[in-house]
């Protein structure tokens, strides 16, 4: 039994798709579908209904499918760890992110990652939020980064950085000129927020309420680049993350004014599979996101020589932390 049958089986539960599957492998659908067929009649047993669609695992698809991804998962990190003995990191790592994250600060990240690491390979997608974490469960990328990160039974989550909130407006809105914005000021205004079903929408309103604000939402959107092209026509204002229109205060198209009676956060995270066994790429990855933020998260600092590097600590303290989920 080879291991690229158990890792083509892994993929096509992972992504729920032999065709997927097929396409991570370099291989054909059917190529796929045959590679599956071959280890259960080794097994005697279905590991897949394939009547049902979308297809779903048996109970003894189930049991084979977690024990084969801690197979998989275990070989790639020995085979990357091998490969890099010599210190080149050379292999790859697969990140989902947010809308709003990536655009404001993937594509520095990434070039800084391969810079440092050329034979390093870096998969990058963007999302909900809602189908990075569905990701990062199903073991179809390595890391997910999300805004108010949450932990759970399948999910691990780490503390990356907090994004302060800042008033938007267009240049031409009567409050671009003030040098700072009282939340009583947005009362009755026009405002664009998020959609009611993402936590930034619930934080936002919460922060509204406490100071007795009620304003008019006249545009509500799922992601930041939709609420600021409306800005940007003056339909209304808002509240954002600051990094996230760093980009149009810089070409004149927004203005941006601190809350002076208020302090509002949005705070990032990485997320992993609970368990999952990462490699030295992936860990490296981390190491750079987590070391470009001078606060590096309470979390990391107590275990840290004050000797010690804020890059390097980054890397050795997470991979502290993995031993101990791991056992």
């Known amino acids: ?18 065709s997927r599957a097929a396409d991570e492998n370099g291989i054909s659908q059917s190529g796929a579908s045959q590679m599956v067929l071959h280890l259960e009649e080794d097994l005697g047993v279905k590991l897949i209904d394939r009547s049902k669609r979308p297809f779903v695992l048996t109970p003894e698809g189930q049991v084979y499918y977690d024990g084969c991804r801690r197979l998989v998962q275990k070989f790639n990190a020995l085979e990357e760890e091998v490969k890099t003995l010599h210190e080149e990191v050379a292999g790859r790592v697969s990140v989902a992110s947010i809308y709003s994250v990536g655009l404001s600060h993937m594509s520095r990240f990434v070039q800084d990652f391969m810079r440092q690491h050329p034979k390093a390979n870096v998969r990058l997608q963007y999302q909900h939020p809602d189908r990075v974490y569905e990701l990062v469960r199903n073991d179809g990328v390595d890391l997910g980064l999300v805004s108010y990160p949450r932990d759970s039974r399948t999910v691990r ?5 907090d994004e302060p909130m ?22 009755g205004e026009a405002f664009i ?13 919460k922060a509204l309420a406490s100071h007795g604000v009620s304003v008019r939402h006249v545009m509500d959107f799922d992601n930041t680049e939709t609420i600021k092209r409306a800005i940007e026509i003056n339909a209304g204002v808002s509240l954002l993350p600051e990094p996230t229109v760093a980009r149009e205060v810089a070409a004149g198209t927004l203005v941006t004014r601190p809350l002076g009676d208020t302090k509002l956060v949005r705070p990032l995270g990485i997320i992993c599979r609970r368990g999952a066994e990462l490699g030295k790429t ?19 600092e107590n275990e840290t020589p004050r000797t010690t590097s804020p890059a390097v600590a980054a890397a050795e303290s997470f991979e502290q932390q993995e031993e101990t989920v791991d056992r």
């Not at 800042?166 to 009362?187: G, N, R, T, W």
């Not at 750079?288 to 979390?299: M, V």
Request: hydrophobic share 45%; proline share 4%; with cysteine.
């Open 282 to 300: 992936a860990k490296r990855f981390i190491q750079l996101l987590r070391s470009d933020h001078a606060a590096l998260g309470n979390d990391f």
């Open 157 to 161: 989550a780490i503390p990356w950085r």
């Open 1 to 18: 039994m080879h291991l690229k049958s158990l890792k083509i089986f892994c993929d096509v539960v992972g992504r729920r798709s032999f």
């Open 166 to 187: 800042v008033f938007v407006c267009a240049p031409e809105h009567p409050l671009a000129d003030h040098s700072a914005i009282a939340l009583q000021q947005l009362d």
């Open 193 to 205: 927020g998020f959609d009611d079903n993402l936590r930034i929408r619930l934080e936002v309103d």
